[in-house]
């Protein structure tokens, strides 16, 4: 399948480095420029591209004018941002996220041009190739009908129902993972967890440097919880949620005083990510045992699937996101497919079943 991409960006030099980029990715082509927000519009709507990339910065309407028009208008282009790094571009591009675009990019800034072509190559290539995850799992379902459909093996049927047997569990955290899509599914589950939640939350968004603080700080304000960005020696305490820094690993240590700490290290990437959810959660398992509660949620790749095995083969508790709602329907279902998670369901289900799960219990952290 080959898919079409529309470049919006104000700087013509800008929109033919992308255009050259992904000349240079198989399976995609360049159907239209626009540099301006107007202009940007009047091509979504004319030439219905699969893709968009949408600079923030732009004349007449900004980027996240543009997106929320075009969302507005119900046109289903996946929108990619370009963004820069510096503290508002951060915020921006977080607003972004949060009101809908698929994913971003960040524009390259360094002084080598070769160097920056390949880092804004390989960026595109990675968000194309969730951007094609996506339309293809759309297409897929939308194409299904049950004379098609064989039936699941027993390992990748989807839970659907808490089991009698959490009544003996004891929960201590909860570990939550997510990529693409992250940030739209966390801002729609984190505000509806409840005041007195009696665990402490973790979570493994995505996501390079400079960018988590923005996203934390956005969850925290819309959220009765606690929400930060995870911070070197911190101490976990219940009712709060912990937002894995960019570029940093998240890692818990008993503490003899009291309850365990935080610790941020720059060890190699695990799935090629840093933050990983398996980093996270391998380190919580090592502490908390089988007290400990996975949450996997929408995002490309299979990251969180090795922590998710060694957790259910302790006896702890999986929980993925059903596919339907998923932006990319690739970490929730590796973690399906490999006959590991208890319960596979619908985002909006989630806090609850976290509450229940969780439930009054004391905690000893």
Same mark, same amino acid.
């Given at each position: 399948?080959?898919?079409?991409?529309?470049?919006?960006?104000?700087?013509?030099?800008?929109?033919?480095?992308?255009?050259?980029?992904?000349?240079?990715?198989?399976?995609?082509?360049?159907?239209?420029?626009?540099?301006?927000?107007?202009?940007?519009?009047?091509?979504?709507?004319?030439?219905?591209?699969d893709?968009?990339?949408l600079?923030?910065?732009?004349?007449?309407?900004?980027?996240?004018?543009?997106?929320?028009?075009?969302?507005?208008?119900?046109?289903?282009?996946?929108?990619?941002?370009?963004?820069?790094?510096?503290?508002?571009?951060?915020?921006?591009?977080?607003d972004?996220?949060?009101?809908?675009?698929?994913?971003?990019?960040?524009?390259?800034?360094?002084?080598?041009?070769?160097?920056?072509?390949?880092?804004?190559?390989?960026?595109l290539?990675?968000?194309?190739?969730?951007?094609?995850?996506?339309?293809?799992?759309?297409?897929?379902?939308?194409?299904?009908?049950?004379?098609k459909?064989?039936?699941?093996?027993?390992?990748?049927?989807?839970?659907?129902k808490?089991?009698?047997?959490?009544?003996?569990? !004891?929960?201590?955290?909860?570990?939550?993972?997510?990529?693409?899509?992250?940030?739209?599914?966390?801002?729609?589950?984190?505000p509806?967890?409840?005041?007195?939640?009696?665990?402490?939350?973790?979570?493994?968004? !995505?996501?390079?440097?400079?960018?988590?603080?923005?996203?934390?700080?956005?969850?925290?304000?819309?959220?009765?919880?606690?929400?930060?960005?995870?911070?070197?020696?911190?101490?976990?305490?219940?009712?709060?949620?912990?937002?894995?820094?960019?570029?940093?690993?998240?890692?818990?240590?008993?503490?003899?005083?009291?309850?365990?700490?935080?610790?941020?290290?720059?060890?190699?990437?695990?799935?090629?990510?840093?933050?990983?959810?398996?980093?996270?959660?391998?380190?919580?398992i090592?502490?908390?045992?089988?007290?400990?509660?996975?949450?996997?949620?929408?995002?490309?790749?299979?990251?969180?699937?090795?922590?998710c095995?060694?957790?259910?083969?302790?006896g702890?508790?999986?929980v993925?996101?059903?596919?339907?709602?998923?932006?990319?329907?690739?970490?929730?279902?590796?973690?399906?497919?490999?006959?590991?998670?208890?319960?596979?369901?619908?985002?909006?289900?989630?806090?609850?079943?976290?509450?229940?799960?969780?439930?009054?219990?004391?905690?000893?952290?």
């Amino acid at each position: 399948m080959n898919l079409r991409v529309l470049l919006v960006d104000d700087s013509a030099l800008f929109r033919t480095h992308l255009a050259n980029a992904i000349r240079g990715i198989d399976g995609w082509t360049v159907v239209g420029f626009a540099d301006d927000g107007e202009k940007a519009i009047e091509q979504a709507r004319l030439l219905k591209p699969d893709v968009i990339t949408l600079d923030i910065e732009m004349p007449k309407l900004n980027g996240i004018e543009v997106l929320r028009r075009l969302t507005a208008e119900g046109i289903p282009s996946k929108i990619i941002m370009v963004s820069r790094l510096t503290n508002e571009g951060a915020q921006e591009t977080t607003d972004a996220l949060l009101s809908g675009a698929f994913d971003f990019i960040l524009k390259p800034q360094g002084r080598d041009p070769v160097a920056n072509r390949d880092r804004l190559i390989e960026g595109l290539r990675e968000k194309l190739q969730a951007a094609r995850a996506s339309i293809e799992d759309h297409v897929v379902d939308v194409q299904r009908t049950p004379s098609k459909t064989a039936a699941a093996p027993a390992s990748q049927r989807p839970a659907t129902k808490l089991s009698s047997e959490i009544a003996t569990m !004891h929960f201590e955290c909860v570990v939550i993972g997510c990529s693409t899509g992250g940030p739209d599914a966390l801002a729609r589950i984190i505000p509806m967890v409840p005041p007195n939640f009696p665990a402490p939350i973790l979570i493994v968004q !995505h996501m390079p440097a400079g960018f988590t603080k923005s996203l934390a700080k956005r969850l925290d304000e819309a959220s009765e919880i606690r929400v930060v960005e995870a911070e070197h020696g911190m101490s976990l305490e219940r009712g709060t949620a912990y937002l894995a820094p960019g570029g940093w690993h998240v890692a818990l240590i008993a503490s003899n005083s009291g309850p365990a700490k935080i610790m941020l290290n720059e060890d190699p990437k695990v799935n090629n990510c840093r933050p990983s959810v398996d980093y996270t959660l391998k380190s919580t398992i090592a502490l908390l045992g089988r007290k400990v509660l996975a949450v996997i949620l929408t995002g490309m790749g299979k990251d969180g699937l090795e922590g998710c095995r060694e957790l259910s083969t302790i006896g702890g508790y999986v929980v993925a996101q059903a596919p339907e709602g998923c932006t990319v329907y690739g970490m929730p279902k590796a973690v399906a497919q490999a006959g590991i998670a208890n319960l596979v369901i619908p985002l909006d289900d989630i806090p609850k079943v976290m509450a229940k799960l969780v439930g009054a219990r004391r905690s000893s952290l």
